[in-house]
């Protein structure tokens, strides 16, 4: 998958607006969103919501996870463990990016909310970066990544299968390739993990 892929998937989500237009409801091939009523709340696709905000047709609600006190709570728990800590959202840094970028008058304190998701994605990237180079040097045989979103470990797939290769193109030279049946292994394995995601540009 491409950038513009991973972000079509997180503008899947659902996400609360409140229209000031009426209209019938919307029939699409996906199933149909609406009605629409002037200011009754209703949830429709990220991607829809996107849209009629740029049309200043209706006002974007803020997921729940997007609360001050919340991301400063899973900030501090990620400075705090090794592990990674679930999530609010499967595609927490697409719905900030569009919501942010389109609608910040309808995110309170959204300067704040913005720095604190930035926050936590460096935290975790690091982290994910620290993982693999433990990894790469052989000081962990196996690697836990629970809790990592698509977006995540895109971060690492242009790198890590190349890196794994040519280790084992480096350890075969020296020792001979019946002596690393195990290093492919773990190549083979980590190709598959990120084979199918791609980079995603924050």
């Excluded at 609360?16 to 699409?28: A, K, S």
């Excluded at 690492?156 to 019946?178: C, E, S, Y």
Aim: aromatic share 6%.
């Amino acid at each position: 998958m491409e950038p513009d892929e991973l972000e079509f998937i997180g503008e899947n989500a659902t996400i609360g607006v409140i229209p000031n237009f009426h209209h019938d409801p919307i029939y699409l091939i996906s199933g149909p969103i609406g009605p629409f009523r002037g200011g009754q709340p209703l949830h429709i696709p990220l991607w829809f919501a996107i849209h009629l905000r740029q049309q200043q047709k209706c006002r974007i609600v803020p997921p729940l996870w997007m609360d001050i006190g919340l991301l400063e709570d899973i900030k501090e728990e990620e400075k705090r463990t090794r592990n990674f800590t679930k999530m609010p959202s499967e595609h927490y840094m697409v719905e900030a990016k569009l919501i942010l970028n389109t609608a910040p008058e309808d995110v309170p304190q959204s300067d704040e909310i913005k720095t604190l998701i930035k926050d936590i994605w460096d935290i975790r990237c690091a982290k994910l970066r620290t993982t693999t180079d433990m990894y790469l040097k052989g000081e962990a045989e196996l690697v836990k990544l629970d809790n990592i979103t698509i977006v995540e470990l895109n971060t690492i797939r242009p790198f890590l299968p190349h890196a794994m290769d040519m280790l084992m193109r480096i350890l075969n030279a020296k020792q001979g390739p019946t002596q690393n049946f195990s290093i492919h292994n773990q190549s083979v394995m980590m190709s598959s993990m990120t084979g199918s995601h791609s980079r995603y540009a924050s």
